[in-house]
C-alpha cells in the first residue's frame, strides 16, 4: 500500500486560506487520495477525494500533482471549527469486494483567531 | 444524510467481561467497519463487512469477532475483555466498494 506522509501541526488565522500538504510517492495509478477530517471527540468525517484532476467540493479543494506523488487540501476560508487533525489516505484495495482505508497520524490544524 | 449511530458514547467493563458493542446505519450501505482508534496510533481496522454475514479480519483482529445477521446492524463483540482493549471504537460504512465511509460518534470503552 502507498504511504502518506503529512507534517504532525500546522497553524491557519482564521479566515486565511489552510494549505494541508501530503506526500504519496510510491502511489499507484489505480490509487485514490481521500482527505478526512477528525474533530476532538467525534469520528472522522469524510472531506473530498481525487485520482488525477483537481477537485473541488463545498467543504474544499483538492491539488493533485501531474505526477500524483503529492496533493494539497486547501480550505479557503478556515474558520474556528475547521481546527482538527485532518488524515490524507490513499485507497488500497483490500480483496473481499472491498476497500480499505489506513489511516496516519494525519496534521493538526489549529485555527487561531 | 448517512446517519451512523453507536449504541454507548462511554462504558466501563471489567477485565474479563463480555462485551458488545453496537453500530447501526440507516443508509442501506453495504459496507460495514469497525476501527480502534488510541493516542499515537491512529485508527486501525479491526473487522469490515461487506455483506450480511459476510466478514473479513482487518490488521488487528485479535481478541474481537464482529457478528452481522441484518444488513444495517455490525456489531463488535469482546469475548473476554482485557485492560489493552480500553480504547475508542469507532464504526463507519460506506455504501459500496470504494465510496466514502461515514463514521459514528464513537464509544468509548474503559476496562478495569
Known amino acids: 500500500d502507498a504511504k502518506t506522509t503529512q507534517p504532525p501541526s500546522m497553524d491557519c488565522a482564521e479566515g486565511r486560506a489552510a494549505n494541508l500538504p501530503c506526500n504519496h510517492s510510491?502511489?499507484?495509478?489505480?490509487?485514490?487520495v481521500y482527505w478526512y477530517r477528525q474533530i476532538h471527540s467525534q469520528g472522522p468525517q469524510y472531506i473530498i477525494h481525487?485520482?488525477?484532476n483537481n477537485e473541488t467540493n463545498e467543504m474544499a479543494s483538492l491539488i493533485i500533482t501531474e505526477d500524483r506523488k503529492s496533493s494539497t487540501l486547501i480550505l479557503p476560508h478556515a474558520t474556528l471549527r475547521d481546527t482538527a487533525v485532518y488524515y490524507c489516505?490513499?485507497?488500497?484495495?483490500?480483496?473481499?469486494?472491498?476497500?480499505?482505508?489506513?489511516f496516519g497520524k494525519g496534521t493538526k490544524l489549529s485555527v487561531i483567531p | 444524510d448517512v446517519k451512523v449511530t453507536q449504541s454507548s458514547r462511554y462504558l466501563v467493563k471489567r477485565t474479563g467481561e463480555k462485551v458488545f458493542l453496537e453500530c447501526v446505519q440507516d443508509?442501506?450501505?453495504?459496507?460495514m467497519f469497525w476501527y480502534r482508534q488510541d493516542p499515537g496510533l491512529g485508527l486501525r481496522l479491526i473487522y469490515f463487512?461487506?455483506?450480511?454475514?459476510?466478514?473479513e479480519k482487518g490488521d488487528i483482529p485479535e481478541g474481537y469477532s464482529v457478528s452481522r445477521e441484518k444488513k444495517e446492524r455490525f456489531s463488535l463483540i469482546l469475548e473476554s475483555a482485557s485492560t489493552n482493549q480500553t480504547s475508542m471504537y469507532l464504526c463507519?460504512?460506506?455504501?459500496?466498494?470504494?465510496?466514502?465511509?461515514?463514521f459514528g460518534p464513537g464509544t468509548r470503552l474503559t476496562v478495569l
Open positions: 463487512s461487506y455483506d450480511v454475514k459476510m466478514k
Open positions: 510510491t502511489i499507484s495509478g489505480n490509487e485514490y
Open positions: 443508509m442501506d450501505h453495504e459496507n
Open positions: 489516505i490513499v485507497r488500497a484495495y483490500s480483496g473481499a469486494g472491498s476497500y480499505q482505508l489506513t
Open positions: 481525487g485520482l488525477k
Open positions: 463507519a460504512s460506506s455504501l459500496r466498494s470504494g465510496n466514502e465511509q461515514f
